[in-house]
């Protein structure tokens, strides 16, 4: 403040006027008190009518969604205890992330030294010209702030739009009388709960599979969210990641039948497929075995899992389970004294065993397996995509935003959100697959069930 200023009004004195009394000089703080007093008193009646940020007139935003070019008309905006004047401005901001928009407050101390015009003007006084008391002016310049980054300009920043990757994110509708219009809305949302008025449609447009997301287009439109006016002027695309709820399904049976070509195509009893763990089949092979170094012995295996040794084989000659050999584990046992292979020699043994495989051309209903024993049981261990049901709503700030619950049941078309949030436009999805749409609701919301 300027030099030989002063001001001592205290708020929390209570003092609500000065009493001048004859005889007593008159103090320049005094003068000074009677406005800060008078302000006061003023901008506690307006705060209850009206709050800091709101838009009286004008000051409507357009933005390029593409560039960031924001265009601001003049307006009045109520902040501080005054309705004030904000002039028009054109700038730009990130198209990344969300964005406010709003109005920079700033001060500064005027006196005869930056306005001459100050300086008493009444001619053949004593004070001509003489300097009097100084000014304080308050200004009001669009501005903007984002997460880490700024406008870099001065001044306090109050919020007056905000702005989702480049898409205008309307607010309430700014209100005249706002301690009016909140008696009026509490009994709007008594009476009829969160509804949509008009449009904000919810369209499914596409997947994006590199990012692994839903594309969906909130369509413009206009909502009462806790009985207040929520105006969406601009349609907006959302992408929500796919995320599926996953549950394990361990040891499905499913008996191999080859199509022809020594593979098959398995359909899961659980669709949609979202991982493959484990395939545990029966294969077969035969492998040359060398004999043990003396006669009787034992000779092991390559695979640790038999189940079943079918043939063994010397040149011509075929050798008898029981007779010759016996099978202990993954080994060959030729101790029962029968015919055996001469020690050091070879011989091939045709045996099935167990085996973990990858499949392979995964789909939402399966995948392809091959080189497994015909009409053997495989057992699958994977995990499938849990029906669900996904709903989209709107805030009270206009901000798009999801919901989801888990059910063991198919999903059904359902209309309800949770009441726990301000939910007015509500959509349906499987989990994993293309979302359902389901209509918009334009009565008092319930939450679903499962």
């Not at 209570?14 to 005889?23: I, M, P, V």
Request: with cysteine.
């Amino acid at each position: 403040m300027i030099e030989r200023y002063y001001n001592l009004f205290d708020p929390a004195k209570h003092y609500t006027q000065l009493l001048f009394r004859a005889g007593d000089g008159l103090q320049s703080r005094e003068l000074n008190e009677i406005q800060a007093t008078l302000i006061h008193r003023l901008q506690g009646v307006a705060d209850a009518l009206l709050k800091d940020g709101d838009i009286v007139s004008g000051a409507n935003l357009q933005i390029d969604a593409d560039t960031g070019l924001v265009t601001l008309e003049v307006g009045r905006v109520y902040l501080r205890g005054a309705v004030r004047e904000v002039p028009a401005a054109t700038f730009t901001v990130p198209v990344d992330g969300r964005v406010a928009v709003g109005v920079r407050f700033s001060t500064r101390t005027v006196t005869e030294l930056e306005d001459p015009n100050l300086r008493e003007p009444a001619v053949g006084v004593r004070n001509y010209q003489e300097p009097g008391a100084g000014r304080l002016q308050e200004t009001l310049a669009w501005g903007w702030e984002g997460a880490g980054t700024s406008d870099g300009q001065p001044g306090d920043f109050h919020a007056v739009y905000a702005l989702d990757n480049g898409i205008l994110e309307n607010r309430r509708q700014p209100p005249v009388l706002d301690g009016v219009i909140a008696s009026l809305a509490r009994y709007d949302y008594d009476a009829n709960g969160h509804y949509v008025t008009e449009g904000l449609g919810v369209r499914f447009l596409s997947t994006d599979a590199d990012a692994q997301e839903h594309i969906f287009s909130v369509a413009e439109g206009r909502a009462n969210i806790d009985g207040f006016k929520v105006e969406r002027s601009q349609s907006q695309r959302l992408r929500l990641p796919i995320d599926p709820d996953l549950q394990r399904v361990s040891s499905e049976p499913q008996v191999f039948n080859d199509s022809g070509d020594g593979s098959m195509v398995v359909t899961i009893n659980r669709p949609p497929l979202a991982q493959v763990i484990d395939i545990k089949v029966t294969q077969q092979k035969t492998e040359t075995v060398v004999h043990g170094a003396f006669t009787g012995s034992r000779d092991v295996l390559t695979e640790p899992t038999v189940v079943a040794v079918l043939t063994i084989k010397q040149g011509t000659t075929t050798y008898a389970q029981g007779t010759d050999y016996k099978v202990v584990g993954d080994e060959i046992d030729w101790s029962p004294g029968g015919a055996e292979p001469p020690p050091g020699s070879s011989y091939q043994v045709t045996y099935q065993y167990i085996a973990s495989i990858t499949p392979t051309h995964l789909t939402d209903t399966g995948f392809k397996v091959a080189g497994v024993v015909q009409g053997s049981t495989m057992y699958i261990d994977y995990q499938w995509k849990l029906p669900r049901v996904d709903v989209l709503a709107l805030t009270a700030d206009g901000q798009a935003s999801r919901g989801t619950w888990s059910t063991p049941m198919t999903p059904r078309a359902t209309t309800g959100c949770p009441t726990a949030a301000p939910v007015v436009v509500c959509r349906s999805s499987r989990s994993g697959r293309a979302p359902l749409p389901i209509p918009s609701t334009r009565t008092t919301p319930t939450p679903a069930r499962a």
